[in-house]
């Protein structure tokens, strides 16, 4: 079992910039590849980005290539979701997901077991 819990997200303006967290407590942190996933009302949850178990591999959507940035810390358990240039269509609940699967691709949420609650982030106009 893996428990998530996000923290982070708030009201900003476009141009600004966020840094998600979540907090992953109950399996050996090294042994799971995480994620972000995202989801606007009315519309399918999407891929934001993506870290290897080591850290060493980072994969990011199409809509958020060159303004966010995945990473984890494998002492604290943590990972986290830096992103910049904020624009109202970034605006969404986000979700921190952890995969304990040995395969499956890391874009799609079928390959994730575990997630988190989410934490809205909202970026005005």
């Known amino acids: 079992q893996v428990q998530l819990v996000e923290s982070g997200g708030g009201l900003v303006q476009a141009g600004g910039s966020l840094r998600l967290s979540c907090a992953a407590s109950g399996r050996a942190f090294t042994t799971t590849r995480m994620g972000w996933f995202r989801q606007a009302p009315g519309q399918e949850r999407e891929f934001v980005a993506a870290i290897s178990r080591s850290g060493g591999a980072k994969y990011y959507g199409d809509s958020v290539q060159g303004r966010c940035t995945i990473s984890r810390d494998n002492v604290r358990n943590m990972v986290y979701l830096e992103m910049n240039s904020l624009k109202p269509e970034d605006t969404a609940v986000y979700y921190c997901?952890?995969?304990?699967?040995?395969?499956?691709?890391?874009?799609?949420?079928?390959?994730?077991?575990?997630w988190g609650q989410g934490t809205q982030v909202t970026v005005s106009s």
């Open positions: 997901a952890a995969s304990t699967l040995y395969s499956g691709s890391l874009y799609v949420s079928e390959s994730y077991n575990y």
